[in-house]
């Protein structure tokens, strides 16, 4: 930025010395500092205390006090450890989330310049209070809520607070809030409200400390239940049972008590925490901070996504997209800032002579300029804005056109005055001596402001031409500049006045542009039956334009807006019929998640300002942009996305959806073998098997079992057909779309193979009984495999390896001395293995039609 003078009078000093030192002292102790409380840190016996309130594990340490009963030590031990992995891991993870929040986080205004007792201080924000004089400059933070007492083209970025994505011009009376950002120009201001009494202040206190439960949470929450009924109603039973038939109470409560034990998968805890651990752990390497580990698997439930518009579908930086002139228009190709890029007419290079008029116009605009660009530099690779962004944008339009740059420029042509922008006159004018001597005018500003007859010296029809073009462009979404010049011999007037007379340079269109991955990250919504919404606080016009060119809309009566005064005006609007929300406020925001999840959708909400807070705490998912977001933003999310793009939020789902398929797989595979051991031993005694299998080995084959192989299943790599079907429904049962049939016939099948080896056992004069054992490990190890999505896949190698291990463990039961005196197990011999082989052959084999029955349902 360069230097310049103007014929406006400069900004003196405020009125007045500003408080004295004592006086601010006296009012901090009074209104307190300023800033909103931070959440506080939850005690990590709290945090512990959490996780073993889980029903889940609240089951697990029954069985653990049954095991302890009956003298099963070496199980009990298992089963605490995994109720200690379990709470560990959730701990940790909530811990470090927490942590690397906090790393990313940073005070809104950590430092303010104030006037007090008539001399400037640097003070830290926290100590602004009421009545003190804020002294504001460009790339100031307000520290709080003010009013302007003076301003000299102050223009103000309230983005993070409202979601406008322009910055506002603010004039004396004009108020000022906390968080918002000077981009350009000088001020002084009277504090009014700090720290909670403040506008970021008050949007904080909405953000409810509160959480429901997860939908996981939900349903596991009911399973634990139904687990602990049906279990103990089987083994009292079986107990029962045991005692008509005359066999001893203390073997039967024993072997009871086992089978309980059995029943109830104690991995799933331990299941559940690795796939949500692991899961955290990939989405960290793809840019999505999960700081609540239950949150990984509701993201796969999420049934509608509503996002913010700046910075989330867009690219958060102004971008010029078309030049019009009289001639003919032109597009505009490049990225962002860069002044690297092209202008094309139809897709088609533009001749010299076509490119000229347009070099004019964006010279014209680059000279009437008061920001800069930043190249890349350390902390960033991409070229930024210094000052006023739409600014910016025209610096960057004429690099892409071939203009000189902005120092050659001023060198060339030096400022001699200038008429800045403000909100009244809605135009800026600056003055420059040419290489001949002579001075060129140059005007840039609002069509309205400029395409006058008092301004221009154009034809009426030109003039019309040109505002029909400037309607046609604000219709769809840009923000559109007039620019106009002309060379004078002499000029000794004040720049205002030389604002007559000009020729029309033409017109230019800018706007926040579309990411380009925006449009194919909404139709993977689509097609994975996600709903996007778009709310935003920006202006209509631009909502529907970015909503269309982004295809969350159709251009089109079915693309109709809705704006925060209209809600207003009409409470009883169905919220969940619209797709696209304008000019919303924080409430209103939090009105719309609220209406759909009273729906019963599971919503998402993505967002980075303060408006956004509490939607974000309101919804089932909040979602902060983690490298532009505010810090009430990330403190209400439950995921943070540190590259700040949505197609992020989509590999977040998608790993949702690969962790709850691996819960549910999971459960069919524990559920099947536990429910098939207590068949085994219900069915074997009527079938000459009079107690099929001793309690020892029982806990074995459970241990084996919902060991490592289950653990293992917790990290399956995910279905293709993930992102093509669905969410499923908030309210479904963990067990429902087919998971709970298919879980009955793979009971029933490994039950009638196990039963069949140890009656052809029995038959063959075989160790029957260890033949059985075998065997129903066997079927369950097969079923393992069988359920697998993805069989030949080599991204899970620990699940083939830990069956490999659980087998080499079954048959060291029948061969290593101390675990066949341990277990009361014998060797079975090359007949007694076939046996138990063909048993799991034939439990994969039914595992594998099962999963093509009921494909894509786990």
């Given amino acids: 930025m360069t ?81 200690v992995f379990n709470t560990t891991v959730g701990v940790a993870q909530e811990v470090r989330a927490d942590r690397a929040v906090a790393a990313l986080s940073a005070l809104s205004a950590p430092h303010a310049k104030v006037l007090r007792e008539g001399t400037p201080h640097e003070v830290s924000a926290a100590v602004v209070v009421p009545g003190d004089t804020l002294l ?14 003076q301003a000299s083209a102050l223009l103000v970025d309230e983005s993070m607070l409202t979601g406008e994505s322009e910055p506002v011009d603010k004039a004396v009376t004009d108020t000022v809030s906390a968080g918002t950002v000077v981009v350009r120009g000088r001020g002084a201001a009277t504090v009014t409200a700090t720290g909670p009494a403040s506008a970021l202040g008050r949007i904080a206190l909405l953000l409810a400390p509160d959480r429901e439960l997860t939908p996981l949470q939900r349903r596991l929450a009911s399973l634990g239940r139904i687990l602990a009924a049906v279990t103990l109603t089987l083994c009292v039973l079986f107990f029962a049972l045991g005692l008509l038939r005359g066999l001893g109470v203390s073997t039967m409560a024993v072997t009871a008590i086992s089978l309980a034990v059995a029943a109830v998968p104690e991995s799933l805890p331990a299941v559940v925490t690795l796939a949500l651990a692991l899961g955290a752990r990939r989405m960290a390497a793809r840019n999505a901070l999960v700081r609540r580990l239950p949150a990984v698997e509701t993201l796969g439930s999420v049934s509608v996504l509503a996002m913010d518009k700046t910075g989330t579908l867009t690219e958060g930086r102004m971008v010029v997209q078309q030049v019009w002139v009289p001639s003919g ?28 008029p347009l070099q004019v116009l964006l010279t014209t605009s680059a000279l009437c300029n008061d920001s800069g660009l930043r190249p890349p530099h350390e902390g960033s690779d991409t070229w930024t804005a210094v000052g006023d962004p739409m600014e910016a944008a025209l610096l960057a339009a004429a690099g892409k056109a071939g203009c000189p740059d902005q120092a050659t ?109 925006a449009a194919a990250t909404l139709e993977a919504c689509r097609a994975a ?89 309101q919804a089932d998912i909040g979602v902060a942009m983690g490298a532009r977001g505010t810090e009430v ?33 999971f459960l069919v595979y524990a559920m099947a073998g536990g429910t098939a051991e207590i068949l085994v031993m219900l069915t074997g005694p009527l079938l000459g098997l009079p107690l099929p299998l001793r309690a020892g080995q029982i806990l074995w084959i459970n241990l084996l079992t919902h ?87 080599t991204e899970n190698p620990f699940l083939p390896a830990a069956v490999a291990a659980s087998a080499l463990l079954a048959m060291a039961a029948l061969y290593l001395p101390a675990l066949r005196s ?32 009921f494909h894509g349902k786990a």
């Fill in 633 to 665: 933003a990330r403190q209400a999310a439950d995921l943070v996305l540190t590259d700040d793009e949505l197609s992020t939020v989509v590999t977040a789902v998608e790993e949702g959806r690969r962790v709850y398929d691996n819960i549910r797989r």
């Fill in 329 to 356: 228009a032109a597009d505009v190709a490049g990225r962002g800032y860069e002044p690297r890029g092209a202008l094309a007419r139809a897709g088609r290079p533009l001749t010299p002579e076509q490119l000229r």
């Fill in 822 to 853: 341990l277990l009361d197990t014998e060797p079975v011999g090359w007949s007694g293995s076939s046996l138990a082989v063909g048993a799991g052959l034939a439990a994969f084999i039914t595992a594998r039609f099962l999963r093509g029955a």
């Fill in 409 to 517: 420029l001023h060198h060339d042509c030096p400022r001699i005055a200038e008429a800045p922008f403000d909100s009244l006159r809605r135009r800026m004018t600056t003055l420059h001596h040419l290489p001949n001597g002579n001075v060129l005018v140059c005007l840039k500003g609002a069509p309205e402001a400029v395409l006058t007859d008092t301004v221009l010296a154009e034809p009426p029809e030109l003039l019309d031409r040109a505002r029909r073009q400037a309607a046609h462009l604000a219709a769809q979404g840009f923000r559109v500049l007039a620019v106009a010049a002309c060379e004078r011999v002499v000029w000794n007037l004040p720049a205002a006045e030389a604002e007559q007379g000009l020729g029309l340079l033409g017109l230019v269109a800018i706007s926040d542009p579309p990411k380009q991955s």
């Fill in 136 to 149: 504001l400059g460009e790339g100031d933070i307000v520290a709080a809520d003010a009013d302007l007492t």
């Fill in 3 to 83: 230097s310049s003078t103007t014929d406006v009078t400069p900004l003196g000093s405020p009125a007045g010395p500003g408080l004295t030192q004592t006086e601010a002292e006296r009012r901090l102790v009074r209104h307190g500092r300023n800033e909103v409380a931070p959440p506080r840190p939850t005690p990590l016996h709290q945090r512990v205390l959490a996780q073993l309130r889980d029903p889940l594990i609240l089951v697990l340490l029954g069985a653990m006090l049954l095991t302890m009963a009956i003298g099963d030590h070496p199980d009990a031990v298992v089963i605490a450890l995994v109720v």
């Fill in 707 to 793: 060991g490592l192989t289950g653990v293992a299943m917790g990290a399956e790599p995910v279905n293709p057909q993930a992102m093509h079907r669905p969410p499923r429904p908030p309210g479904q049962h963990i067990l429902a779309a087919g998971v709970w049939q298919r879980l009955l016939v793979l009971a029933v099948t490994v039950t009638a193979f196990s039963l069949t080896a140890g009656i052809a056992a029995h038959a063959m004069d075989l160790p029957w009984q260890s033949v059985l054992f075998l065997a129903l490990l066997a079927a369950q190890l097969g079923v393992a495999l069988g359920l697998r999505a993805r069989l030949l896949t």
């Fill in 529 to 617: 039956g996600i709903t996007p919404i778009l709310i935003t606080g920006d202006h209509p016009a631009t909502a529907r334009a970015v909503a269309v060119r982004t295809g969350l809309v159709e251009n089109g009566p079915a693309g109709e807006v809705i704006t925060g005064p209209e809600l207003a005006e009409h409470p009883d609007t169905d919220l969940t019929g619209v797709r696209v929300f304008a000019r919303t406020d924080p409430q209103q925001k939090l009105d719309i998640v609220r209406a759909w999840r009273a729906r019963g959708a599971v919503t998402a909400m993505t967002g980075d300002g303060v408006n956004d807070g509490p939607a974000l705490r």
